[in-house]
């Protein structure tokens, strides 16, 4: 990981919804959080990752205790680990003994564990730093070059699904800059490692589960895929390739769009180009809703509007709601569509509130933040302007 990104994980924790848990209210993530973010949060089902193979309760309880978690441990003498592979041996048929050697090579990695931590609260949010770190010179010029390169497939693409070209170029390159960061782990490694050693947390054994079910979907990716188990990369969470999709979402969004055969989100930019917009549109895109995404805001000093915060990832609310509840636009709302509040901390500057509409909501689905969709707009916008 560069050390770029590295600075980008170690803050993420900032947000409530960067913990990749089935957690519902949104959150904003502090300006240094995204490379830790979007793999927590797709982790979470934001993101995708809605095909997790469920585990059985018993399995899912259990844990290695803290003296097993260190850089000694030894998963193939884990009864739980083992527990888990007799699971998946029989659930998918699977040859034991092959699941045996597998496990053998796996290996604890303490930095998954360690960038899974809650970081100390504190620093305030601000979406005006975390849009400088996202909006910036490399990425646009990286945009820039991807459109003209795959300018044909995301016409396609915008055709077929309705996902504008834009907001598809703005999630790859906030995900990865378009190949560049996809991540250096072993995905086994690190979902394994997270299954089973998952630091002390509130939502522990939540999180072990979701681990868990993705561990059994790399293996039933990488069989489907006919590739070397050991071989997938991807970040400390274990997200994968271009767009970073956890294993059980490549399986249940994941496109071949080259048709080719078979889905590389990691080699093939147009496989990521329809998986992408797969993705958006099986959370919600609307693809009648062709105008801006979100809208300006003001705010009255009453604060009857804070009720209409917080209520979910949906738009839920008519125009006429939020006006009565003291929230105003300059611009002119789209009659029979339903809306949301949202707001941008900006530490001890005013915060910045926005009137979102669905494909806003959708977008967070791929990560539940409103800084992340926030920035894959205005990335993405920033890269059409700055194309010839």
Request: cysteine-free; overall charge positive; aromatic content about 8%.
């Amino acid at each position: 990981m560069k050390f770029t990104s590295l600075l980008l994980a170690l803050a993420v924790s900032a947000s409530p919804l960067s913990q990749a848990a089935p957690a519902k209210k949104p959150g904003k993530k502090s300006a240094q959080s995204h490379s830790k973010a979007k793999a927590k949060a797709k982790a979470k089902g934001a993101r995708k990752a809605g095909a997790s193979v469920a585990v059985p309760a018993a399995v899912a309880a259990t844990a290695l205790t803290a003296a097993e978690a260190g850089d000694a441990v030894v998963f193939s003498e884990s009864e739980a680990v083992n527990a888990f592979a007799d699971e998946v041996a029989l659930r998918h048929g699977f040859p034991r003994a092959e699941l045996a050697a597998l496990i053998g090579q796996i290996r604890y990695i303490d930095t998954a564990v360690q960038l899974v931590k809650p970081a100390p609260k504190g620093k305030p949010k601000n979406w005006q730093n975390y849009s400088r770190v996202t909006i910036e010179p490399i990425r646009i010029k990286a945009g820039v070059a991807f459109w003209n390169q795959h300018a044909a497939v995301l016409a396609r693409a915008q055709a077929e699904y309705g996902v504008p070209a834009e907001i598809i170029v703005g999630i790859i390159g906030v995900e990865t800059i378009y190949g560049r960061q996809t991540g250096r782990f072993r995905v086994l490694d690190v979902l394994t490692t997270l299954a089973f050693a998952y630091p002390e947390a509130p939502n522990r054994a939540a999180r072990m589960a979701f681990f868990r079910g993705e561990l059994e979907n790399a293996l039933v990716l990488a069989r489907k895929s006919n590739i070397e188990p050991l071989s997938l990369l991807g970040s400390f969470a274990g997200a994968i390739g271009m767009p970073q999709f956890m294993p059980g979402s490549v399986l249940a969004y994941g496109v071949d769009y080259d048709n080719n055969g078979s889905i590389d989100l990691r080699g093939s930019a147009v496989d990521a180009i329809g998986s992408v917009a797969s993705f958006l549109v099986q959370h919600g895109w609307q693809a009648k809703q062709t105008g801006p995404l979100v809208y300006p805001a003001s705010v009255s000093d009453d604060r009857a509007w804070e009720s209409l915060l917080n209520q979910g990832l949906a738009a839920k609310f008519r125009a006429e709601d939020l006006r009565a509840g003291g929230v105003s636009t300059s611009a002119v709302l789209p009659a029979n569509q339903r809306f949301g509040l949202i707001d941008l901390p900006n530490g001890p500057d005013p915060t910045e509130y926005r009137i979102a509409t669905d494909n806003f909501f959708a977008i967070t689905q791929y990560n539940r933040s409103y800084f992340y969709a926030m920035s894959v707009i205005e990335l993405g916008r920033a890269i059409r302007q700055n194309r010839p």
